[in-house]
């Protein structure tokens, strides 16, 4: 058993490590597991002479995160000073823990997340994963560095937590520090790495986001050329990630577009990114078509997991194959809303969709581009009333403030208040009004203004 010594190792953390000898081994190093579970400790087979110096700056830049930040990646805690008295370069981390895998085994292709939802996972399960990717890179943009190396390999995670941890934060690219180690893989690289020789960089992280986020969704690589450019493989693959790259659901070139593609995934569909939120949407195509040759065009990994966290107050289940889905309630009539798993239609009782309103000055409210979907029994939360709330990264803490009733006599509706203020409904003309004091409800109407009290949020019945 292997003998690590950490060299000046922060309170919290021991002067030596014993570690098991089986390693996991890759390119650049190999990775050992402390024998108590807690730690990994990486080891570099040849490291550059400036790797200690980068290491130092990296340990530096994320030694204080908090730990909302910081259960996202891995930074380093310390590093080695010798491995069986031997001077060694590497560093010791945090261990995930064993139950963690590589995402790349739950998204790869439709097959793999059938088998997840055959054992009771849904497509919740990957939103809440894909919000925990975009958190592990808003974490390293807003340190100023860029990650050069995002793809499904380089995260871990617990599908059951909705979890993803980040690896290999060692590579980090800090501008005007050290140049790039690696340039990515292929399939995620943004096109002017391979067309222009352009080095890893924050903009070009947008792009491998956007793309890890759309496969860990639709479980596809929505940029996959589909045709060959070349006779030769390498060349061909080359010049369809780059020179070539085309979104797969671009609306005026369908060269790379599946054949199968808005067929519900069970029957051997493609998801389309038009199965997800507006919000969603629009990232995609800024991503992928406006900002796929225009690098300043992409949007910046906080807007993706705004996107994504509000993403999750839109979900409707399915009541044939009980999947989750975004609720279309953009797309009418009404009977074109379907499940994309199954391909059944969406029966009512529909869901209520309010959406919500901040009061920027006084009785001055603005849309904060924020829906709910809304159904027989589901609770308000006080992350939704609330202004400048987003949702939590885990609602198990987060108080209910009411709930939605059907009246099922009437066929309609109700908004029930368990807080202690006063909600009010009223009509768009004002002429009719609602109050309801804690215990009591609110009947829900299209076009109606709901008011949870002063200083909280107002919502507008859109659907
Ligand atoms: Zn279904």
Redesign the pocket.
Known sequence: MPTVVLKNPPAGLPKQIQVSDDAKVGGEGAVYFSVDGKFAVKIYHRPRPEKEQLLQYVMRLFSKLPPEQERFILPPLALIESVDGQRRVGFVMRRVPPNYQELVRFILNPVCAAEQFRQGKTWSHYLKVARSIANAIVVLHGKGCAHSDIHFRNFLVNLDEGDAVMLEIDGVVVAGFLPPQVAGMIGFMAPEILTQGEKPSERTDRHSLAVLILHTLLFRNVMLPLIDYDDDPNKSEELGWGQYALFSEHPKDNRHRPRNLGLPLYRRGALSYRILTPALQRLTERALIDGLRNPELRPSSRECEEALATAYDELWG?W??R?YFPYPYWLHPVQRRA?P????RCRPPYPVVLELYEERQRHNFVSIGRRIVLGDGFRILADMVEPTRKPPLTIRNERVVGHVELDTSQGQYRLVNEEDGVWTARSPDGTQRFTAQKGQSLPIIKGYFVHFGDGKRLAVIAE
């Open positions: 399915c044939q194959c999947q499940c798993f199954c391909g059944e």
